[in-house]
């Protein structure tokens, strides 16, 4: 039997899970090898200026850099039978990746607001209104899904969500999904993926 020859992959960012986790897993799901480059900080200035739309994570496929960490995980995802099981499940996956993208921009906007009496104002908007709203949505859909985000078998957006939600833990305390089982039970059964879980023994630790 012939052995599948794939691309060369490189993976550029930095020391960290943010956009970039989730391309980590399909990875390691797929048993695809790759190149996990981690950009030290203080290289990035120097970094930025040579790098397609001076933005990271980059994925080099036989050294041609690719920007957009999401365009990246879908062109992989459908590559190896993550997308769905037909066009109308990629585009499932679509729409709840962008939506949980727009909540992330919002706590991005709230982990970086200076001004104390502004960002007490934004955490209590956040808790009461924002959060709730999408996490509903999102509870709602995983549990008619029976555990998955889109159709029943695991997808990409499954590991977006496994990551963010991860994430969201640590930004709120382990006590943040305790209101929505369907959306803690995906992330485990992602964490608990054979080859996911190997991952998570030996990535290096990172605060995000």
Known sequence: MVEEQHPDYKLIYFNARGRAEHIRYIFAVTGIPYVDERVPKERWPELKKTMLYG??????IDGKPIA?????????????????????ESMLCDVLVDTLGDLKQILWQYR???DPFKKEEKKARLSKETIPFYLNKFEQTVA????????????????????A???FEQIFGPAALEGYPALKGLKQRVHELPEIAEWLTKRPQTEF
């Open 144 to 163: 008619e899904n029976n555990g998955y985000s889109v159709g029943n078998t695991t997808t990409w957006t499954d590991f977006v969500f496994a990551v």
């Open 165 to 167: 939600l991860e994430n």
């Open 68 to 88: 957009q960490s999401n365009a990246v995980a879908r062109y992989l995802a459908r590559k190896h039978g993550l997308a769905g099981k037909d066009e109308w």
């Open 55 to 60: 933005m990271l994570p980059i994925l080099e």
């Open 112 to 114: 970086t607001e200076l």
